[in-house]
């Protein structure tokens, strides 16, 4: 008798509970907490939908509407194309498929993110996870938990902004250098609103996350939830952003799937 073809093994999995779909996606509504810039710079939207029929004479049968949203509003993909360094890489419709789906190292940082809201990332950090859990996953993600999906719930509390600016966890300019340059993976993602810390604006060179991933031909994965469902090591992420023609990214509805004993 032949031998189950591995996509049978894996329906049979996820079909029996060996295997966990969890979803790291954030609920897309008016409610979603959005970047916001200086007031000189444009703005991205917050999510609208606008009724088209709901049963009755504009559609007796159907319910649907339009919807308007920011490329980078809520769960979002950011392709190269999003920062000037890789302005003439891809766009998010041109992202390979087969990169929308890889391995995952989840980097815990949510006691330190706790107790300091502008806790850095270093890449000594990084190097200290590798000692114990091995090296981070060729051409996979690598996923910064730092507790703060717990803030979804309002705009104020995510963008923890004062008067100097947002205050929020990430990498430092050296590690985001590190990831992007020198670690096997192919992008960052993250739990808060974009993938560089809030004092990014005041780093050399700003938005250091963006300068260099996007430089290098790497992605981006924001307002990530759920991280804390998910392993050190062993899960497989399932990203899959709008494919929009010259876009600079998109909505995505981001899935990990891990294997449960």
């Given at each position: 008798m032949s031998q189950p073809s591995v996509?049978?093994?894996?329906?049979?999995?996820?079909?029996?509970?060996?295997i966990e779909v969890v979803d790291l996606t954030s609920p897309l509504s008016s409610s979603t907490p959005v970047i916001q810039l200086p007031p000189e710079f444009g703005q991205t939207a917050v999510f609208e939908l606008?009724?088209?029929?709901?049963?009755?004479?504009?559609?007796p049968a159907w319910y649907w509407n339009n919807?308007?949203?920011g490329e980078h509003t809520g769960t979002h993909f950011d392709a190269p194309n999003h920062w000037v360094t890789g302005k003439d890489l891809d766009d998010v419709a041109s992202v390979p498929a087969g990169r929308l789906i890889a391995p995952a190292a989840v980097l815990d940082f949510t006691a330190e993110?706790?107790?300091?809201?502008?806790?850095?990332?270093?890449?000594?950090?990084v190097q200290r996870w590798e000692a114990e859990h091995g090296p981070l996953p060729e051409d996979g993600w690598l996923l910064?938990?730092?507790?703060?999906?717990?803030?979804?719930?309002?705009?104020?509390?995510?963008?923890?902004?004062?008067?100097?600016?947002?205050?929020?966890p990430g990498l430092s300019p050296e590690c985001a250098r590190w990831v992007a340059q020198e670690s096997p993976v192919i992008g960052l993602g993250?739990?808060?609103?974009?993938?560089?810390?809030?004092r990014g604006h005041?780093?050399?060179?700003?938005?250091?996350?963006?300068s260099y991933l996007m430089g290098s031909d790497k992605y981006g994965l924001t307002q990530l939830q759920n991280l804390a469902a998910l392993p050190a090591t062993g899960s497989v992420v399932v990203a899959g952003p709008?494919?929009?023609v010259t876009g600079s990214g998109a909505p995505a509805r981001v899935l990990a799937l891990v294997e449960r004993s």
């Open positions: 996509l049978a093994a894996l329906v049979s999995a996820l079909r029996g509970g060996s606008a009724e088209i029929s709901r049963y009755d004479d504009r559609g919807f308007r949203s993110a706790a107790e300091n809201p502008d806790f850095l990332v270093e890449v000594e950090h910064l938990r730092t507790g703060w999906d717990a803030r979804g719930h309002s705009q104020e509390a995510f963008l923890n902004a004062d008067e100097t600016g947002p205050h929020t993250v739990e808060t609103v974009g993938t560089d810390a809030g005041s780093f050399d060179p700003a938005f250091p996350c963006h709008l494919p929009i």
